[in-house]
Nanobody
Framework: QLQLVEYGGGSVQPGGSLRLSCVAS????????VAWFHQAPGKEREGVAC???????????YYKDPVNGRFTISRDSAKNTMSLQMNSLKSEDTGTYYC???????????????????WGEGALVTVSS
């Protein structure tokens, strides 16, 4: 059964850190671009970080400007997982985070990464004092 499952959501104070993980079953993440999306309360889901597939020429990573320098996306090929390390969290980072996989290269347009075919159910992150 093809499935993506997120782990690691929770509550943290501003300035704190959380690490989200996404475990894949039924598909090999190495063959796909993988991304994390953020949906703030009452807002549309937006792509925040993406990494090209292992089979691409460079395996490059991409970040939305507000998280660049604070978030790090990575993959663990041996465990078939992907992660999002979130540091210096801000209240505006609150929301549901989704992992996704699809395509080969990260293609960003209109606040999203195109071509994502497989999605997790989401993990809630709350940043509040």
């Amino acid at each position: 059964q093809l499935q993506l499952v997120e782990y690691g959501g929770g509550s943290v104070q501003p300035g704190g850190s959380l690490r989200l993980s996404c475990v894949a079953s039924g598909l090999t993440l190495n063959y796909h671009a993988v991304a994390w999306f953020h949906q703030a309360p009452g807002k549309e889901r937006e792509g925040v970080a993406c990494i090209n597939s292992i089979t691409s020429s460079d395996g490059a990573t991409y970040y939305k400007d507000p998280v660049n320098g604070r978030f790090t996306i990575s993959r663990d090929s041996a465990k078939n997982t992907m992660s999002l390390q979130m540091n210096s969290l801000k209240s505006e980072d609150t929301g549901t985070y989704y992992c996704a996989a699809g395509g080969i290269l990260c293609t960003y347009t209109k606040e999203t990464y195109l071509g994502m075919q497989y999605w997790g159910e989401g993990a809630l992150v709350t940043v509040s004092s």
